[in-house]
């Protein structure tokens, strides 16, 4: 298991672009993927982008492709999901999640395939 605390959030508007990190920390030497997820008041939570934490491999939602970019600072030793042309509808609570098993293409975006989460960091859009 390991310990996950996000930072970066805050408020922008729309078109401009912010930048969230995630570190782990305790025992990651047994992480395969790691992933942000968002949930906005009301909906669930959904996966946005991921990365494959041995290698250069990312995964992202269709509706933040070309926009969101997930990417392993290995200096800062974080996880860090860029995010440019912010829209009103990113609007959400960001989560950092990392999971030590095996996870097939077609769950890496899904919340089930992780068993450590980060608190949250809260990301508002305005027009």
């Known amino acids: 298991q390991v310990q996950l605390v996000e930072s970066g959030g805050g408020s922008a508007q729309t078109g401009e672009s912010l930048t969230l990190s995630c570190a782990p920390s305790?025992?990651?030497?047994?992480?395969?993927?790691m992933a942000w997820f968002r949930q906005a008041p009301g909906k669930e939570r959904e996966g946005v982008a991921a990365?494959?934490?041995?290698?250069?491999?990312?995964y992202y939602a269709d509706s933040v492709k070309g926009r969101f970019t997930i990417s392993r600072d290995y200096f800062k030793k974080t996880v860090d999901l860029q995010m440019d042309s912010l829209m009103p509808d990113d609007t959400a609570m960001y989560y950092c999640?990392?999971?030590?098993?095996?996870?097939?293409?077609?769950?890496?975006?899904?919340?089930?395939?992780?068993?450590?989460w980060g608190q949250g960091t809260q990301v508002t859009v305005s027009s």
């Open positions: 305790g025992y990651t030497a047994s992480i395969t993927y």
């Open positions: 990365l494959f934490y041995g290698g250069d491999s990312t």
């Open positions: 999640a990392a999971t030590h098993r095996s996870t097939s293409y077609e769950s890496r975006l899904s919340v089930s395939a992780y068993n450590d």
